[in-house]
């Protein structure tokens, strides 16, 4: 399994699509960062523009803390596209290049393949949240150092001590994963239905967005279908950086985001094992 795992390593990593998010991020969190380092002081300005006659700040609130935070919630509906375009792509290439009978000509099983593909994306999807985590935390602390972490939402305002703010950023991102997780599986499961990569990453940006946009509608019914959408989990992360922690919301999230990820990889494991692959 190991070494069906390497392979599709190697088949992701050798193409050029792949290496897209990561100039992508590499190249916006830095202009994030030359626009803070410009404008930072005038962002939390007018971020606190409401309180500050109430308010005295004191301390470094333009730190990476507050950056990383800025940019995750940017850019957190934006990495889905950049997930597709590979994990869109893991087995609609195969038969896009006429691979498929030869892979299903050596010795394993179709469910070992598929396993070893979807492994491979979510590998390729661990390590480009582990890059936006490098670029957002450990770049930016060079640059602006640490410190508390000021977060106003709607009428309320947190203020997180130094030390209590890297561990919650630990655990946003590996909740995001989880959400980029089931954006993979459900672009995996489009990719098991066709022949063309385009095919897989239209359709499961077409499926958020037309989510997203069902979520913002202030219509009951919609309203009442919202909590099972796997879209409006995605952002849960942002429930770390509430003071207490609610603990049965994140398990709500992560479960309804794992239990997306069951059914789309069971239903590529059920039909790519009827493939017809001959015709």
Do not use: C
Request: no cysteine; glycine share 6%.
């Amino acid at each position: 399994m190991l070494d069906l795992i390497r392979i599709e390593l190697y088949k992701i990593f050798k193409k050029w699509r792949t290496y897209i998010g990561f100039i992508a991020l590499g190249v916006l969190i830095p202009l994030i960062h030359i626009a803070m380092v410009l404008e930072g002081q005038s962002t939390i300005n007018f971020m606190t523009r409401n309180i500050q006659e109430s308010f005295v700040f004191v301390g470094n609130l333009l730190n990476t803390y507050l950056i990383s935070y800025i940019i995750l919630t940017s850019l957190a509906v934006h990495i889905p596209f950049l997930i597709t375009l590979v994990a869109g792509d893991l087995l609609a290439g195969e038969a896009t290049a006429g691979t498929y009978r030869l892979l299903i000509t050596r010795p394993i099983s179709r469910t070992r393949l598929i396993m070893s593909k979807f492994i491979a994306g979510l590998i390729y999807t661990n390590l480009l949240i582990l890059w936006l985590a490098f670029l957002s935390l450990i770049v930016g602390y060079f640059i602006f150092g640490s410190g508390e972490l000021l977060i106003i939402d709607g009428q309320m305002i947190i203020i997180f001590e130094r030390n209590d703010v890297l561990w919650r950023f630990i655990l946003a991102y590996g909740f995001a994963t989880l959400g980029m997780t089931a954006v993979a599986s459900l672009a995996f499961l489009f990719s098991s239905l066709v022949e063309n990569s385009i095919g897989p990453i239209i359709s499961t940006m077409a499926i958020i967005i037309v989510f997203l946009i069902l979520s913002a509608i202030q219509v009951d019914f919609f309203q009442d279908l919202k909590p099972y959408l796997f879209t409006t989990h995605i952002m849960s992360w942002r429930l770390f950086f509430e003071n207490p922690l609610d603990l049965k919301e994140i398990f709500n999230s992560a479960s309804n985001l794992i239990i997306h990820i069951i059914v789309f990889f069971g239903l590529t494991l059920f039909i790519f094992n009827r493939k017809d692959i001959l015709t």
